[in-house]
């Protein structure tokens, strides 16, 4: 209970008599007499808290960076009128910096046997799933001297999805892959492609496409066209490792992987290949196979919500039976993990050859951009010990780059920005070869 409001306390003194308040003990008694009774009264005609119905409704889920309206709806089932002050409680997480307390507090009046709504409106600024706590209720006399205050536990979950911001690359990817798919009039041909149609020959086409007996059947000379072959299987392995918990810019670098993975996961599923994930640190944190072209997306999304890098090392041992055990036919496997020294060396490479004798391994790392700029460095001694520090760590990725080359594997190395449409494109320059 706690006294409210000095225009509250005139207003009942307001009542009393003016004879009343003359000096003395009798005077004083008499103020707080009546004092003490319009509080009781006022605490009285406050609507009961504990009475109260509370309901939840609207959004599960969103996109980080968007919002979501959460609804309250509070029912008065008692013979008084409700004024009350509400705090919806959800975690700090829920919302922008400075914020909480506008966004999550509301006043509202319900009268005797009504009900009314409050909408909450969460923008939350980390991943995964929010959970409320418990919604907390002042209700308030029709004096404001005196109020009573309840809690409600009242649950209810949103899941904050990976914002998919490289999703505006995919019009451009789409249309070199159409580009691939012979739907234009680029064509091309490798080992692992399949025959598509016959054409009239146009200057610059490959003589070795000629269909020979096809031209002597007509007066034009005719050329095959081809389309990369569909049904591949495409294996999309998260490093949820130490590793991944290093912070590029504003987000650790398991956020960048994951928008890369639904970039190219978006690109493959287009194509007509079958995509899966794995995540994986020393154990599965997340697996989704066997999804249709129409699911794989959505399904891959929502299993990386609460996708959160683990402070432990990488077990490489591990990692690659499970992604054998995902992958029992040939595929692409995409590891998205770090070129970092130590752990390619003693974890990846010793175990290299189990994935590379029967699938195509392309290996992705995000690049912290903050070393290019500082082997930019110049006019300070400072500028000069950070450049030379920036170009050694630089020597190192790309000499871990190229070990991995030398057995096989296909490296894209990019900063946060560019990693999601580098990878793209090196799903596409490998379905144009062939590889796939």
């Known amino acids: 209970m706690a006294i409210t409001g000095r225009a509250a306390l005139l ?26 009774l319009a509080c009781a009264c006022d605490y009285a005609l406050a609507a009961p808290v504990r009475r109260l119905v ?53 006043r509202l009046t319900v009268p005797p046997g009504e009900r009314r709504r409050v909408t909450t409106r969460l923008r939350p600024t980390r991943r995964g799933d929010r959970q409320a706590d418990r919604v907390t209720i002042r209700s308030y006399g029709p004096l404001g001297l005196f109020s009573r205050q309840g809690a409600h536990k009242l649950p209810w979950s949103v ?11 995919l019009p451009s990817k789409l249309a070199r892959l159409r580009e691939l798919d012979g739907r234009t009039s680029v064509l091309t041909r490798g080992e692992g492609t399949e025959f598509d149609s016959l054409r009239k020959y146009v200057p610059g086409d490959d003589t070795r496409s000629i269909d020979w007996r096809a031209t002597a059947r007509q007066s034009a000379v005719a050329v095959r066209t081809w389309r990369p072959e569909r049904d591949r299987h495409i ?39 079958r995509v899966a994930l794995l995540a994986y640190d020393r154990r599965v944190r997340a697996l989704v196979q066997g999804r249709s072209a129409g699911d794989v997306l959505p399904g891959l999304v929502s299993a990386m919500a609460p996708l959160e890098p683990e402070l432990v090392e990488t077990d490489a041992r591990g990692l690659t039976s499970a992604a054998l055990r995902t992958a029992p036919r040939r595929s692409l ?6 070129l970092d020294a130590a752990p390619v060396e003693q974890g990846l490479l010793p175990v290299l050859p189990q994935l590379t004798q029967r699938h195509t391994l392309l290996v992705a790392s995000v690049a912290d951009p903050h070393i290019a700029r500082m082997a930019e460095s110049r006019g300070s001694a400072e500028g000069v010990y950070e450049a030379a520090a920036a170009a050694q760590a630089q020597s190192e990725r790309q000499r871990t780059a190229e070990q991995l080359r030398r057995h096989g594997v296909t490296v ?20 144009a070869a062939g590889r796939l």
Not at 422 to 431: G, S
């Open 54 to 106: 509370l309901s939840r409704s609207g959004d599960t889920s969103t996109r980080l960076g968007d919002t979501a309206d959460v609804t309250l709806t509070i029912t008065n089932p008692s013979r008084r009128t409700l004024r009350a002050q509400l705090r919806d409680g959800w975690p700090p997480s829920s919302w922008q910096p400075g914020t909480e307390i506008e966004a999550s507090r509301h």
């Open 159 to 169: 899941r904050v999805l990976p914002p998919f911001t490289s999703r505006k690359h």
């Open 235 to 273: 294996l999309l392995v998260l490093d949820t490792g130490r590793t991944s918990a290093g912070r590029v810019g504003d987000a650790p670098r398991l956020d960048a992987s994951m928008d890369a993975a639904l970039l190219l996961a978006a690109l493959a599923s287009r194509a007509g290949d």
């Open 333 to 338: 496997i995409v590891l998205l993990t770090t």
């Open 11 to 36: 207003a009942a003194l307001g009542s009393i008599p003016i004879g009343i308040l003359e000096p003395g003990w009798a005077g004083i008694l008499a103020v707080n007499g009546s004092l003490a």
């Open 412 to 431: 894209v190395d990019a900063t946060p920005e560019d990693l999601a449409p580098a990878l793209a494109d090196a799903y596409l320059a490998l379905k």
